[in-house]
Protein backbone atom coordinates (compact mmCIF):
# COMPACT_ATOMS: atom_id res chain seq x y z
CA UNK A 1 0.00 0.00 0.00
CA UNK A 2 1.35 3.55 -0.94
CA UNK A 3 1.95 5.62 1.75
CA UNK A 4 -0.66 8.82 1.67
CA UNK A 5 1.08 12.10 1.06
CA UNK A 6 -0.88 15.27 -0.03
CA UNK A 7 0.96 16.30 -3.50
CA UNK A 8 -0.69 19.33 -6.56
CA UNK A 9 1.11 19.00 -10.09
CA UNK A 10 0.43 20.83 -12.76
CA UNK A 11 -0.61 18.95 -15.68
CA UNK A 12 -2.08 18.86 -18.95
CA UNK A 13 -5.74 17.14 -18.84
CA UNK A 14 -8.34 16.72 -21.39
CA UNK A 15 -6.88 19.14 -24.15
CA UNK A 16 -6.14 21.66 -21.63
CA UNK A 17 -2.24 22.35 -21.54
CA UNK A 18 -2.41 23.57 -17.68
CA UNK A 19 -4.77 22.13 -15.15
CA UNK A 20 -4.12 21.02 -11.57
CA UNK A 21 -3.85 17.43 -10.04
CA UNK A 22 -4.22 16.87 -6.32
CA UNK A 23 -3.74 13.49 -4.80
CA UNK A 24 -3.38 12.07 -1.70
CA UNK A 25 -2.42 8.27 -3.54
CA UNK A 26 -5.70 7.56 -2.20
CA UNK A 27 -8.04 9.78 -4.23
CA UNK A 28 -7.08 13.08 -6.89
CA UNK A 29 -9.20 15.62 -8.46
CA UNK A 30 -7.99 17.85 -11.25
CA UNK A 31 -8.74 21.42 -11.48
CA UNK A 32 -8.59 23.22 -14.64
CA UNK A 33 -6.69 26.36 -15.36
CA UNK A 34 -7.60 27.38 -18.28
CA UNK A 35 -10.95 27.51 -18.20
CA UNK A 36 -13.26 27.98 -14.97
CA UNK A 37 -13.40 27.20 -11.97
CA UNK A 38 -14.10 24.01 -12.77
CA UNK A 39 -13.08 20.72 -10.61
CA UNK A 40 -12.88 18.35 -14.06
CA UNK A 41 -12.05 15.04 -12.38
CA UNK A 42 -12.80 13.19 -8.98
CA UNK A 43 -12.19 9.95 -8.61
CA UNK A 44 -9.72 7.05 -6.98
CA UNK A 45 -6.53 6.87 -8.32
CA UNK A 46 -5.78 4.73 -11.43
CA UNK A 47 -9.38 4.56 -11.65
CA UNK A 48 -12.18 5.85 -13.95
CA UNK A 49 -13.57 9.51 -13.56
CA UNK A 50 -17.03 9.55 -11.46
CA UNK A 51 -17.45 12.66 -13.33
CA UNK A 52 -19.08 13.05 -16.32
CA UNK A 53 -16.42 14.10 -19.22
CA UNK A 54 -18.34 15.78 -22.21
CA UNK A 55 -15.91 15.00 -25.29
CA UNK A 56 -17.06 17.84 -27.51
CA UNK A 57 -16.31 20.82 -25.06
CA UNK A 58 -12.76 19.12 -23.81
CA UNK A 59 -9.77 21.39 -24.39
CA UNK A 60 -11.93 24.55 -25.78
CA UNK A 61 -10.95 27.66 -24.24
CA UNK A 62 -12.44 31.16 -24.65
CA UNK A 63 -15.45 32.37 -27.01
CA UNK A 64 -18.75 33.56 -25.71
CA UNK A 65 -20.66 30.40 -25.61
CA UNK A 66 -21.13 28.54 -22.48
CA UNK A 67 -19.97 24.94 -22.63
CA UNK A 68 -20.63 21.75 -20.08
CA UNK A 69 -17.41 20.49 -19.86
CA UNK A 70 -18.81 18.02 -17.17
CA UNK A 71 -17.29 17.93 -13.79
CA UNK A 72 -18.39 20.15 -10.88
CA UNK A 73 -19.06 23.51 -11.51
CA UNK A 74 -20.23 26.83 -9.64
CA UNK A 75 -23.11 28.59 -10.61
CA UNK A 76 -25.78 31.22 -8.51
CA UNK A 77 -28.97 30.84 -8.16
CA UNK A 78 -32.00 31.23 -9.17
CA UNK A 79 -31.46 29.65 -12.85
CA UNK A 80 -31.49 32.67 -15.67
CA UNK A 81 -31.11 32.20 -19.38
CA UNK A 82 -29.02 35.32 -19.33
CA UNK A 83 -27.53 35.88 -15.87
CA UNK A 84 -26.62 32.12 -14.93
CA UNK A 85 -25.39 31.42 -18.18
CA UNK A 86 -22.42 33.22 -18.28
CA UNK A 87 -19.12 31.00 -20.38
CA UNK A 88 -16.37 30.61 -17.52
CA UNK A 89 -13.97 29.89 -20.91
CA UNK A 90 -10.97 32.27 -19.76
CA UNK A 91 -8.07 31.24 -17.32
CA UNK A 92 -8.36 31.12 -13.30
CA UNK A 93 -6.04 32.07 -11.09
CA UNK A 94 -4.95 28.79 -8.93
CA UNK A 95 -2.92 29.08 -6.13
CA UNK A 96 -2.20 26.86 -2.64
CA UNK A 97 -1.80 28.60 0.98
CA UNK A 98 -1.30 26.52 4.29
CA UNK A 99 -2.54 23.12 2.37
CA UNK A 100 -6.11 24.86 0.30
CA UNK A 101 -5.96 25.12 -2.99
CA UNK A 102 -7.91 28.51 -4.50
CA UNK A 103 -9.58 28.92 -7.81
CA UNK A 104 -10.08 32.48 -8.43
CA UNK A 105 -12.03 33.68 -11.96
CA UNK A 106 -12.22 37.16 -13.08
CA UNK A 107 -15.39 39.23 -12.32
CA UNK A 108 -18.07 38.26 -14.51
CA UNK A 109 -18.66 41.51 -16.93
CA UNK A 110 -22.30 41.05 -17.32
CA UNK A 111 -23.21 40.24 -13.52
CA UNK A 112 -19.93 42.15 -11.86
CA UNK A 113 -20.01 38.88 -9.86
CA UNK A 114 -16.52 36.78 -9.07
CA UNK A 115 -16.50 32.99 -8.49
CA UNK A 116 -14.19 31.35 -6.19
CA UNK A 117 -13.77 28.09 -4.87
CA UNK A 118 -11.15 26.54 -1.55
CA UNK A 119 -10.28 23.18 -2.43
CA UNK A 120 -8.98 21.01 0.84
CA UNK A 121 -8.07 17.38 0.87
CA UNK A 122 -7.64 15.15 3.61
CA UNK A 123 -4.22 13.99 3.93
CA UNK A 124 -5.29 10.13 4.86
CA UNK A 125 -8.80 9.58 3.41
CA UNK A 126 -11.23 10.36 0.83
CA UNK A 127 -12.63 13.71 2.10
CA UNK A 128 -12.83 16.82 0.06
CA UNK A 129 -13.94 20.36 1.38
CA UNK A 130 -15.29 22.52 -1.29
CA UNK A 131 -16.12 26.11 -0.15
CA UNK A 132 -17.63 28.42 -3.01
CA UNK A 133 -17.61 31.99 -2.76
CA UNK A 134 -19.24 34.53 -4.79
CA UNK A 135 -18.18 38.46 -3.96
CA UNK A 136 -20.27 41.06 -5.48
CA UNK A 137 -17.71 43.57 -7.58
CA UNK A 138 -20.64 44.93 -9.30
CA UNK A 139 -22.08 48.40 -7.63
CA UNK A 140 -25.80 47.28 -7.07
CA UNK A 141 -27.25 44.82 -4.72
CA UNK A 142 -28.08 41.17 -5.80
CA UNK A 143 -30.54 39.02 -4.70
CA UNK A 144 -28.99 34.77 -5.72
CA UNK A 145 -27.98 31.51 -3.98
CA UNK A 146 -24.79 30.12 -4.76
CA UNK A 147 -25.11 26.85 -6.16
CA UNK A 148 -23.30 23.84 -6.43
CA UNK A 149 -23.35 21.30 -9.32
CA UNK A 150 -21.56 18.14 -9.78
CA UNK A 151 -22.32 16.29 -13.03
CA UNK A 152 -21.79 12.28 -12.51
CA UNK A 153 -20.92 10.21 -15.04
CA UNK A 154 -23.70 7.81 -16.72
CA UNK A 155 -24.81 4.37 -15.32
CA UNK A 156 -25.42 5.31 -11.51
CA UNK A 157 -28.40 6.81 -9.28
CA UNK A 158 -28.83 10.16 -7.10
CA UNK A 159 -30.37 8.87 -3.69
CA UNK A 160 -31.98 11.89 -1.61
CA UNK A 161 -33.43 11.36 2.33
CA UNK A 162 -36.54 12.28 3.20
CA UNK A 163 -37.45 13.85 6.58
CA UNK A 164 -38.67 11.54 9.00
CA UNK A 165 -41.95 9.84 8.27
CA UNK A 166 -44.85 9.85 10.84
CA UNK A 167 -48.56 8.74 11.44
CA UNK A 168 -52.09 10.11 10.87
CA UNK A 169 -53.53 11.73 12.83
CA UNK A 170 -50.79 12.14 15.42
CA UNK A 171 -48.89 14.21 12.28
CA UNK A 172 -51.26 16.62 10.84
CA UNK A 173 -48.68 19.25 9.80
CA UNK A 174 -46.66 18.58 6.47
CA UNK A 175 -42.93 17.73 7.07
CA UNK A 176 -41.36 19.01 3.67
CA UNK A 177 -41.90 20.12 -0.42
CA UNK A 178 -41.02 18.34 -3.55
CA UNK A 179 -40.45 20.90 -6.48
CA UNK A 180 -41.31 19.73 -9.39
CA UNK A 181 -40.49 21.22 -13.11
CA UNK A 182 -42.45 21.38 -16.32
CA UNK A 183 -41.25 18.23 -17.59
CA UNK A 184 -40.75 16.51 -14.37
CA UNK A 185 -42.84 13.01 -15.34
CA UNK A 186 -43.22 11.22 -12.21
CA UNK A 187 -44.15 8.05 -14.05
CA UNK A 188 -40.88 7.95 -15.72
CA UNK A 189 -39.36 4.53 -14.49
CA UNK A 190 -36.03 6.46 -13.87
CA UNK A 191 -37.88 7.51 -10.23
CA UNK A 192 -37.77 5.14 -7.61
CA UNK A 193 -40.58 6.60 -4.93
CA UNK A 194 -39.53 5.44 -1.72
CA UNK A 195 -40.93 6.14 1.99
CA UNK A 196 -37.86 7.26 2.90
CA UNK A 197 -35.76 8.15 0.28
CA UNK A 198 -36.39 9.35 -3.52
CA UNK A 199 -33.74 7.59 -6.27
CA UNK A 200 -33.28 9.06 -10.08
CA UNK A 201 -31.28 6.89 -11.94
CA UNK A 202 -29.27 7.98 -14.94
CA UNK A 203 -30.58 5.98 -18.20
CA UNK A 204 -28.00 6.32 -21.38
CA UNK A 205 -31.33 5.54 -23.58
CA UNK A 206 -33.60 7.96 -22.34
CA UNK A 207 -35.55 10.25 -24.64
CA UNK A 208 -36.18 13.30 -22.16
CA UNK A 209 -34.73 15.13 -18.85
CA UNK A 210 -36.13 14.59 -15.73
CA UNK A 211 -35.62 16.82 -12.81
CA UNK A 212 -36.72 17.64 -9.05
CA UNK A 213 -35.89 19.51 -6.15
CA UNK A 214 -36.23 19.03 -1.98
CA UNK A 215 -35.72 20.47 1.17
CA UNK A 216 -33.46 18.10 2.67
CA UNK A 217 -33.15 18.58 6.65
CA UNK A 218 -30.75 15.61 6.89
CA UNK A 219 -27.51 17.80 4.68
CA UNK A 220 -26.74 14.89 2.39
CA UNK A 221 -27.21 13.65 -1.16
CA UNK A 222 -25.52 10.97 -2.66
CA UNK A 223 -24.57 9.30 -6.64
CA UNK A 224 -23.89 5.46 -6.57
CA UNK A 225 -22.37 4.23 -9.77
CA UNK A 226 -19.70 1.26 -10.94
CA UNK A 227 -20.13 0.39 -7.40
CA UNK A 228 -18.73 3.42 -5.96
CA UNK A 229 -20.49 5.79 -3.92
CA UNK A 230 -19.98 9.64 -4.22
CA UNK A 231 -21.34 11.50 -1.04
CA UNK A 232 -21.96 15.49 -0.53
CA UNK A 233 -22.44 16.50 3.26
CA UNK A 234 -23.46 20.42 3.33
CA UNK A 235 -25.16 22.16 6.15
CA UNK A 236 -28.99 22.43 5.73
CA UNK A 237 -30.65 25.90 7.12
CA UNK A 238 -34.20 25.09 8.39
CA UNK A 239 -35.01 28.83 8.40
CA UNK A 240 -33.37 29.64 5.01
CA UNK A 241 -35.41 30.93 2.35
CA UNK A 242 -33.93 28.36 -0.85
CA UNK A 243 -34.76 29.21 -4.27
CA UNK A 244 -37.18 27.28 -6.50
CA UNK A 245 -39.72 26.65 -4.15
CA UNK A 246 -37.55 25.58 -1.24
CA UNK A 247 -34.72 23.60 -3.20
CA UNK A 248 -31.52 22.50 -0.90
CA UNK A 249 -30.75 19.95 -3.48
CA UNK A 250 -31.63 19.68 -7.24
CA UNK A 251 -31.14 16.58 -9.13
CA UNK A 252 -31.33 16.87 -13.10
CA UNK A 253 -30.44 14.02 -15.49
CA UNK A 254 -30.47 13.35 -19.36
CA UNK A 255 -28.77 10.64 -21.54
CA UNK A 256 -25.36 11.25 -20.92
CA UNK A 257 -24.80 12.62 -17.27
CA UNK A 258 -26.87 13.22 -13.84
CA UNK A 259 -26.33 16.62 -11.78
CA UNK A 260 -25.90 16.02 -8.28
CA UNK A 261 -26.58 19.46 -6.70
CA UNK A 262 -27.10 21.29 -3.65
CA UNK A 263 -28.01 25.24 -2.98
CA UNK A 264 -27.16 27.77 0.10
CA UNK A 265 -30.35 29.79 0.87
CA UNK A 266 -31.18 33.15 -0.93
CA UNK A 267 -29.49 36.31 0.62
CA UNK A 268 -29.55 39.79 -1.14
CA UNK A 269 -25.65 40.21 -1.69
CA UNK A 270 -24.57 44.04 -1.21
CA UNK A 271 -21.98 45.47 -3.36
CA UNK A 272 -18.35 44.50 -2.04
CA UNK A 273 -19.88 41.43 -0.06
CA UNK A 274 -19.57 37.65 -0.09
CA UNK A 275 -21.30 34.69 0.25
CA UNK A 276 -20.50 30.84 0.74
CA UNK A 277 -21.66 27.74 0.27
CA UNK A 278 -19.18 24.74 1.07
CA UNK A 279 -19.78 21.21 0.46
CA UNK A 280 -18.20 18.05 1.86
CA UNK A 281 -17.22 15.31 -0.49
CA UNK A 282 -16.37 11.56 0.05
CA UNK A 283 -15.92 8.69 -1.69
CA UNK A 284 -16.51 4.75 -0.99
CA UNK A 285 -16.25 1.65 -2.32
CA UNK A 286 -17.66 -1.42 -2.76
CA UNK A 287 -21.18 -0.21 -2.91
CA UNK A 288 -24.05 -1.65 -4.68
CA UNK A 289 -26.42 0.44 -6.70
CA UNK A 290 -29.23 0.91 -4.90
CA UNK A 291 -33.11 -0.20 -5.55
CA UNK A 292 -34.92 1.32 -3.02
CA UNK A 293 -34.99 2.24 0.78
CA UNK A 294 -33.57 -1.10 2.19
CA UNK A 295 -30.85 -1.09 -0.22
CA UNK A 296 -29.88 2.56 1.14
CA UNK A 297 -30.32 1.79 4.65
CA UNK A 298 -28.24 -1.26 4.57
CA UNK A 299 -25.20 -0.06 1.87
CA UNK A 300 -25.18 3.73 2.01
CA UNK A 301 -26.53 5.07 4.78
CA UNK A 302 -23.71 3.77 7.23
CA UNK A 303 -21.19 5.29 5.07
CA UNK A 304 -23.26 8.81 5.42
CA UNK A 305 -23.08 8.54 9.03
CA UNK A 306 -19.40 7.51 8.70
CA UNK A 307 -19.19 10.77 6.37
CA UNK A 308 -20.24 13.00 8.85
CA UNK A 309 -18.44 12.19 11.77
CA UNK A 310 -15.45 12.81 9.49
CA UNK A 311 -16.68 16.49 8.58
CA UNK A 312 -15.40 18.19 11.45
CA UNK A 313 -11.73 16.18 11.26
CA UNK A 314 -10.41 18.11 7.69
Known amino acids: MVDPVLSLETVSYGGWETCHRLSNNIIDLVITGDVGPRVIRLGFVNEENLFCEVADDLGKTLGQQWRMFGGHRFWHAPEDQERTYQPDNTPVEVNECDGVI ?83 DMADSRWTWGTRYILLRQDQLAKSPQKFGAQVPDGWVAYVVDGNAFVKIFEHDNRGKYPDLGCAIELFTNDFMLELETLAPLRTLEAGGTSEHTEDWFVFSGVELPKGDNDVEKNLLPLVKKAKLAVGRL
Open 102 to 184: HVVQSPESATGLQKEIDIAMSVDSTHVRITHRLVNHGMWDVTLAPWALSVMKTGGAGVVPLPPRGQHPENLLPANTLTMWPYT
